[in-house]
């Protein structure tokens, strides 16, 4: 058993053998940031990259992504105790008047994946939820996407609202009609047009400590 | 015989029929519309109040079947631009459902303005196999809330085709039909004539919207045609095989058909489908792929199943760019529907997954359906192409250039002229400057554009028009 095991059972997709691996680890007494970094998040890095590459497609980074969520729930207590952080909060949602989710998902479990606890709002979301939410959970990062071109304004109206409420959280956009141009107009903080790109930029507004 | 290509056998087409009774009966489908939801449990849905969920029953969509018009006409402004549905050719649906244009002069993408819809719809309406026009998502202007009104009364000025869109709230709908009776000149033609139809998309898997749903609901008491177009997307949005995607969109397409049917029995509806295909390597959803001409063809013929007029998503690209990757997969996504026997294809005008316009791409589009429709018509096997006198006459050796029987068909629609092809000889093409298909559709596009509009509205009716279209800024906005 070593922390290489628990890495590799992310990147082979092995669901049903990573809580063991992990548990093993901690039985071993190997220190919960080190299982955490080198183990759980380097392996979802790597994911990435290879996502990235093309060389893996979006369900089998999806299956990682939970394997990887899996052995992370046998570690969170621990790391509870021994107050580890999440490297940040992200409050995610598509804005009000869209019901299209499936890329917001996608950049939900890939920012978890990286290490970012994440608070999903679901479909749908006005900008008071989204205020109150990010309020609520100290987000570091707000991520809204609107499929629908009736709903871009929406994003424009929500980021609005941020600043007149003086909030510190840093906003990231996406969705087919958004683009680069747009984010800037809108003042977001950053635009991805995929998921992993959205994973860069989180970790570029929210270094790690 | 025409060429024809069949991509369901009976016993498939059945066996889709009860998968998709079977989620409709055991799964059931959510309406986030209250309207819609009572409507459902009027007619013996069993609802579920907490979620929403409908279940619907064999019963429920056999009575909606026999109510749904097997014909109907789709209005054009120009009567000549009828649509009658069911059609023996396939015929055509500008597709400008993206927000990005690429600009005919700089070649760059940019956010579609007004000015694109009206060229779009300009060269379009040039196009022989013509049949219907979306007009163009707009992002933004100063008007969001009248942008859509905009689009399909400018739509109705440059085009002299049918008009079908999509829109969300029901706040639009006296607008448009106070345009369609100032074009009509009364409103009782307005029913008769049918210049307008809605899309009505569901939100794949199994839910219908709120907002578009009670819209639709307010509009149908106007008698407009509604194509229904589910677009469930095989690996995300649906399951993933084409057989349990097909099941699942139809199940989606005939809860559409039961709600409209039980609401207004006779309502006008188009048993269509957009499904995609997914693209493993980045989630996205794909129209340009084999499997979405596959999933759309195959619903092409249950809607036959059911003896309803279709429009089929097809012609279709992923490629960002105009060129081989474009029409490759714009053939290979229209072939099948055409010889399946599709009513409509949706499709032509865009790139990108249907999310960018590209004026070129209409010309380009118009010769791949040209095409596809000579390989439909077949071989002509009647007494008069048998050529075996003419065989006789000239023996072996010998021409056939100067036979009475050449001369005739040499211009007949049995030997297609392609507008866009070379065929010259190497020398004469490099005399030429070396043509190539696209420079060939610009010119095209540019001649088009640069003269003066056919058949435009008389100026009275566009001064009515415009007076609605400000009305509309004023209250929506």
């Known amino acids: ?209 | 015989m025409r060429v024809q290509c069949q991509i369901l056998s009976e016993d498939e087409k059945q066996r889709i029929h009860t998968e998709s009774l079977k989620i409709l009966e055991q799964i059931g489908v959510k309406f986030l519309s209250q309207r819609a939801l009572k409507i459902m449990k009027d007619n013996g849905a069993k609802v579920d109040d907490d979620t929403g969920i409908a279940k619907i029953s064999a019963e429920m969509v056999e009575q909606a079947l026999k109510t749904a018009p097997k014909s109907f006409v789709l209005g054009g402004r120009d009567p000549a631009r009828n649509v009658e549905l069911p059609r023996p050719t396939a015929g055509y649906v500008l597709d400008l459902g993206g927000v990005f244009t690429r600009d005919f002069k700089t070649g760059e993408r940019r956010y579609a303005t007004l000015q694109d819809n009206n060229d779009a719809m300009r060269v379009f309406d040039e196009m022989a196999l013509s049949s219907v026009v979306w007009p163009h998502s707009m992002a933004e202007g100063d008007t969001p809330n009248s942008n859509a009104i905009r689009l399909v009364l400018n739509s109705f000025m440059y085009s002299s085709l049918h008009v079908q869109d999509e829109f969300s709230e029901p706040e639009e709908v006296p607008y448009i039909y106070e345009a369609m009776a100032a074009i009509l000149g009364s409103e009782d033609a307005v029913k008769q004539r049918k210049l307008y139809s809605v899309t009505y998309c569901t939100l794949a898997p199994l839910v219908h919207e709120g907002g578009m749903c009670d819209a639709y609901l307010d509009m149908i008491e106007f008698e407009a045609p509604i194509l229904i177009y589910p677009m469930p997307c095989t690996g995300s949005t649906g399951p993933c095989s084409l057989f349990s995607n097909i099941a699942m969109g139809n199940a989606e397409a005939l809860s559409s058909l039961v709600l409209f049917q039980m609401a207004h029995p006779g309502t006008p509806l188009i048993f269509g489908d957009a499904s995609g295909s997914t693209d493993f390597a980045s989630g996205g959803f794909l129209e340009g792929s084999p499997e979405m001409v596959l999933m759309t063809a195959a619903l092409g013929e249950m809607a036959r199943f059911y003896g309803l007029p279709n429009t089929q998503q097809g012609c279709q690209t992923d490629s960002k760019e105009p060129g081989p990757q474009a029409v490759m997969e714009k053939l290979v996504t229209t072939l099948p529907l055409v010889l399946s026997g599709a009513d409509l294809v949706q499709g032509p005008g865009c790139l990108e997954t249907s999310g960018c316009l590209c004026l070129e791409q209409i010309v380009i589009d118009e010769e791949i359906g040209g095409l596809c429709k000579r390989i439909r018509d077949g071989i002509d096997f009647s007494a008069a192409k048998n050529l075996y006198d003419d065989v006789a006459q000239i023996g072996p050796s010998g021409h056939f250039l100067m036979q009475d029987s050449t001369l005739e068909a040499c211009r007949s629609d049995e030997f297609y002229a392609p507008k866009l092809f070379d065929r010259h000889t190497f020398e004469r093409w490099s005399e030429l400057g070396r043509p190539d298909t696209y420079s060939k559709a610009r010119e095209r596009v540019e001649e088009i554009l640069a003269t003066p509009q056919k058949n435009p509205l008389p100026d009275d009716v566009i001064g009515k028009l415009e007076e609605i279209m400000r009305k509309a800024d004023e209250e929506l906005n």
């Open chain 1, 1 to 209: 058993m070593s922390i290489e095991d628990i890495f590799q059972s992310i990147l082979q997709l092995k669901r049903g053998e990573i809580a063991d691996l992990v548990q093993a680890e901690i039985d071993a007494k190997t220190d919960v940031g080190v299982i955490l970094e080198q183990g759980l998040i380097n392996a979802m890095g790597e994911v990435g990259n290879q996502f990235t590459e093309g060389k893996l497609f979006v369900p089998e980074m999806l299956r990682a992504a939970e394997t990887m969520k899996i052995g992370l729930e046998v570690l969170r207590p621990l790391l509870v105790e021994a107050d580890i952080k999440p490297r940040g909060t992200v409050v995610i949602g598509t804005v009000a008047g869209d019901l299209h989710d499936i890329g917001k998902n996608l950049v939900g479990m890939m920012l978890e994946g990286a290490g970012f606890t994440v608070v999903d709002l679901g479909v749908d979301v006005a900008a008071k939820a989204f205020l109150d939410a990010a309020g609520e959970h100290q987000a570091e990062l707000v991520a809204m996407s609107a499929l629908l071109t009736t709903t871009m304004p929406v994003m424009a109206d929500c980021i609005g609202r941020f600043k007149e409420a003086n909030m510190n959280s840093r906003i990231l956009i996406g969705g087919a009609p958004v683009n680069q141009d747009f984010a800037i107009k809108i003042s977001a903080d950053g635009y991805s047009s995929d998921a992993p790109g959205a994973v860069e930029l989180a970790k570029k507004l929210v270094p790690a400590q």
